[in-house]
T-cell receptor, first 113, second 110 residues
Framework: GQQLNQSPQSMFIQEGEDVSMNCTSS?????WLWYKQDPGEGPVLLIA?????ELTSNGRLTAQFGITRKDSFLNISASIPSDVGIYFC?????????????FGKGTKLSVKP | NAGVTQTPKFRVLKTGQSMTLLCAQD?????MYWYRQDPGMGLRLIHY???????AKGEVPDGYNVSRLKKQNFLLGLESAAPSQTSVYFC?????????FGSGTRLTVV
């Protein structure tokens, strides 16, 4: 089945640094989504992307829908302690009767105070 | 503004026992999903439903059954629990593109 390769798997950064993570697929997606999961909670939608090349921001977060439609990037600027958590990318292809989301395995972000 | 509510939040089962996890959403969403989350494995789809009375298998359906008798509820059943089913289970619902997740059920099978 379809798979998403998300990298890095984990990262430690100094507070104030910028963070970048990405997601790649062997398949084309029509929608890319980025979620964040806080410890003990379910994932929460951060950013949704619908068009190849689209660049969308949500506060200090910026995500891009790759031109090839096979990848997406998430950047976090000036990281703070509350950015800690697991970030998931998810892609959606409307082929078939139901375009279920395919999730990456997550990037675990830890911030050194 | 409840969103997606999962019960129970925690449960310990003995091998071979059965149980049902309940998911309820108050957003009138058509689609509902059950995922399991294991360390290093991300979120894996167990079963999903595209509307009341319908269910379909996801990536890892074995050992689980589901029912969607009412639009707002999606039940996940384990008929005979196994240690391999120790996991955190998440329910989600959606109208179109974005899923709304519950806060999870942490299940341990001993």
């Amino acid at each position: 089945g379809q798979q998403l390769n998300q990298s890095p798997q984990s990262m430690f950064i100094q507070e104030g640094e910028d963070v970048s993570m990405n997601c790649t697929s062997s398949s084309i997606f029509n929608t890319w989504l980025w979620y964040k999961q806080d410890p003990g909670e379910g994932p929460v939608l951060l950013i949704a992307l619908y068009k190849a090349g689209e660049l969308t921001s949500n506060g200090r977060l910026t995500a891009q829908f790759g031109i090839t439609r096979k990848d997406s990037f998430l950047n976090i600027s000036a990281s703070i302690p509350s950015d800690v958590g697991i970030y998931f990318c998810a892609g959606r292809n409307y082929g078939g009767s139901q375009g279920n989301l395919i999730f990456g395995k997550g990037t675990k972000l830890s911030v050194k105070p | 503004n409840a969103g997606v509510t999962q019960t129970p939040k925690f449960r310990v089962l003995k091998t071979g026992q059965s149980m049902t996890l309940l998911c309820a959403q108050d957003m009138n969403h058509e689609y509902m999903y059950w995922y399991r989350q294991d360390p290093g494995m991300g979120l894996r789809l167990i079963h999903y439903s595209v509307g009341e009375g319908t269910t379909a298998k996801g990536e890892v359906p074995d050992g689980y059954n589901v029912s969607r008798l009412k639009k707002q509820n999606f039940l996940l059943g384990l008929e005979s629990a196994a240690p391999s089913q120790t996991s955190v289970y998440f329910c989600a619902s959606s109208y179109s593109f974005g899923y709304t997740f519950g806060s999870g059920t942490r299940l341990t099978v001993v």
